[in-house]
């Protein structure tokens, strides 16, 4: 095995690292100071002012990096695309980042692959220059794990599919031009031929969306209520009930970014720890000197590292053409536990500070909390290690 | 047009703790190295100089870059190839066995081989900050030369460069072929103009970063190997290294009880005042 980045990955990395300290950074302090962004909140304005920053990412190769070569994108390996998200949740940003890779929600996914010519020309070629952005619709009031029970129906009439039902928890839902929406075509059937995949265009009639507030205050996701939503039939992607087959494929990626973002949060995190143990000094020596404070923080080294190496394994093993399906669950359940511990620790050692709003891990502590089940929940990536091991 | 800028790799100067050092020798296993910034600022120069400004922007001329090293040195060039350059030079040698006389006498055999307009560096690499090579080059060359650009006008056959003095600048019209070596302030949004570049166009402040399929085709442009010999025209090292030493520690500070302790500090034991 071998994950090390090769010269070209290198430069990537670089050129990233310098978008993000030239582009992305110096304006998300301006925002911050003019009072835009506040709290690590999307607003209207902060998506604005991002799409500024997702042109210069169009431009700079960055946003389509990850969408394979085959429908116009950089088509990186994942090694390479993981160290470049690494460096972007390594990069202290609270939110103009997100606007650099088109990773999902907003961006447009390898998914997308499966559009046929006139749909690509319709919506491939817009999220691609960035001109639009969409969202992924899958979870409901009455379903999230249990992807096989939506209850969100499409009933064919005529040339249209009309859509009654809602959507929870739908990130990026309040600003996307267009859907991605899973939806039940035939009741019973579940993933074997039940569930079919629409592109929605967001101005359709009947779609109304609505703010949900979160823990992590990020202001980012919506519900999403269809009533009577007529869908061309023409939107419909792939085949009638196989929509969902394209999007396991897709949450498997998914469950990469969510690593790769934990262990890129986890690093950006224990570096607030350490200065602090090493240089907050009680009792006549910095705390560091403790082996109550030193100790813990070696853990975290210790647990990141091994996330880092999982996550990197299974980008490697994606890299080799398997699904991984086994190394991408165990990475995520694995950096999604050291991630909330390498935070709770990092606020232990701050003391009082940490737990003010000032201080950048007060955030981070309530962000880190959704890794253990946003894109698909540590129960059910336990569950898909104990299949594969014939459990 | 063409324009030779000469880069040179570096201890990243983030990481420069990690230097080891002992009495015979610099340890350099494990550092990381870039482009020495004022050769990524001579880089950047280079490129405006080459451009039109516009969306999409025209270029005339090309930029070749060029550096001494072993064959890890091509990290580097490519790197600059990514950013824009067109092609890269590279004479083989180890680091060890450079001075910055030797250096010179190799760069302007290359450069007398190319013939190009300008040749643009850095004011001096920041691993041992000799500010020299520049200015040899130029002599040998018997070239004009202006140092520490702040801004560059080109002309129809001279350069308009100047350089931040005490309170305001200094500027010089140099005939061209010229050496120029330029400051930080050179990659300003408004430092450098080529002859097709509007006046009201601003560029971004700092260097640019490579876009990624950049990257990918910088794989495809070419490097040419020289060999030391055939460049340095019968010159050799002409310093030795006597002895490193790292700087001495930083002792530690003192509190001062009260301003007057302070003002007795400052004028009786370090002088300042
Ligand atoms: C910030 C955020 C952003 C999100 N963005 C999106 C988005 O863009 N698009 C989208 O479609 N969804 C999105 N989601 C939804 C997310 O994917 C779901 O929350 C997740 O899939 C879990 O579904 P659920 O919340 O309905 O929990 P449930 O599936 O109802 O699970 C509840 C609990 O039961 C456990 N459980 C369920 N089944 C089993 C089992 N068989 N064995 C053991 N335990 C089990 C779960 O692990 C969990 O602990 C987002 C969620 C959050 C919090």
């Keep these: ?391 | 047009m063409k324009i030779l800028v000469a880069l040179k790799r570096v201890a990243d100067p983030d990481n420069a703790n990690k230097v080891k050092v002992s009495p015979e020798k610099i340890d350099t296993t494990g550092l990381e190295w870039k482009i020495n910034p004022f050769d990524e600022y001579a880089l950047e120069a280079a490129l405006r100089l080459t451009e039109d400004g516009k969306k999409p922007k025209k270029r005339e001329g090309e930029v070749v870059v060029m550096t001494l090293g072993p064959k890890e040195v091509e990290t580097t060039l490519r790197s600059a190839l990514a950013t824009g350059a067109d092609r890269a030079i590279r004479i083989d040698c180890t680091d060890d066995e450079l001075d910055g006389r030797l250096v010179a006498n190799a760069l302007k055999t290359v450069i007398a081989e190319e013939k190009p307009d300008y040749v643009i560096f850095g004011k001096q690499a920041v691993d041992g900050d000799n500010n020299g090579v520049g200015q040899m080059v130029a002599e040998l060359l018997d070239w004009p030369m202006a140092t520490f650009a702040a801004t560059i006008q080109e002309e129809d056959g001279s350069l308009l460069v100047s350089r931040e003095v005490d309170g305001g600048m200094c500027t010089l019209r140099v005939k061209t072929p010229a050496v120029v070596t330029v400051d930080l302030r050179i990659v300003a949004p408004e430092s450098v103009y080529s002859k097709l570049t509007d006046k009201a166009h601003k560029y971004s402040d700092g260097v640019r970063f490579a876009a990624l399929p950049a990257i990918m085709k910088a794989k495809k442009k070419p490097i040419d190997v020289k060999a030391l010999a055939d460049t340095a025209g019968g010159v050799t090292i002409g310093s030795n290294y006597a002895n490193f030493e790292a700087p001495a520690a930083r002792a530690a500070g003192v509190k001062v009880e009260d301003v007057a302790a302070l003002v007795d500090k400052l004028a009786n034991e370090a002088k300042a005042i």
């Design chain 1, 1 to 391: 095995m071998d994950f090390s980045l090769d010269e070209e990955s290198k430069l990537m990395v670089e050129s990233l690292k310098k978008f993000l300290a030239a582009e992305v950074l110096p304006v998300e302090a301006d925002l911050k100071k003019r009072g835009i962004l506040v709290g690590g909140a999307m607003t209207r304005e902060v998506y604005d002012e991002g799409a500024k920053i997702r042109a210069k990412a169009v431009e700079a190769g960055f946003y389509t990096a990850h969408v394979p070569e085959a429908i116009g994108g950089g088509g990186l390996r994942h090694v390479t695309l993981t160290a470049m998200r690494e460096t972007i949740a390594m990069c202290g940003s609270e939110m103009m980042a997100v606007f650099v890779m088109g990773d999902p929600p907003m961006g447009p996914t390898a998914m997308l692959s499966m559009l046929n010519d006139v749909q690509k020309d319709k919506y491939l070629h817009k999220l691609m220059s960035g001109e639009w952005t969409t969202c992924f619709c899958l979870t409901e009031p009455n379903v999230g794990s249990d992807v096989g029970a939506l209850e969100l129906m499409a009933v064919r009439d005529g040339d249209d599919y009309v859509l009654n039902g809602t959507k929870i928890f739908i990130s990026n839902g309040l600003f996307a031009d267009v859907f991605q929406v899973f939806a039940c075509t035939e009741k019973g059937k579940g993933m074997g031929g039940g569930l079919s995949l629409f592109m929605v265009d967001g101005d359709t009639k009947g779609i109304t969306r609505t703010l949900m507030k979160s823990m992590g205050g990020d202001d980012f996701q919506a519900e999403l209520n269809f009533e009577d939503v007529r869908v061309p039939a023409e939107n419909l992607v792939g085949q009638e009930g196989y929509g969902f087959l394209g999007a396991t494929q897709w949450l498997s990626g998914e469950r990469l970014m969510m690593s790769t973002q934990a262990v890129g949060l986890a690093e950006y995190s224990l570096k607030f720890g350490v200065e602090w143990a090493q240089t907050r000094k009680a009792f006549g020596k910095p705390i560091g000197k403790y082996q109550g404070v030193s100790f813990p923080l070696a853990d975290c080294r210790i647990q990141l590292d091994a996330a880092r190496a999982l996550t990197y394994q299974a980008a490697w093993k994606l890299d080799q053409g398997e699904m991984a399906m086994q190394d991408l669950a165990v990475a995520k359940v694995f950096a999604a536990d050291m991630l909330q511990k390498v935070v709770d620790t990092v606020m232990q050692t701050l003391g009082g500070i940490g737990y003010m709003t000032d201080h950048p891990i007060e955030r981070i502590y309530r962000i880190a909390r959704v890794f253990r089940f946003g894109g698909g929940t540590s129960e059910i990536q336990r569950k898909l290690i104990a299949k594969g091991m014939g459990l």
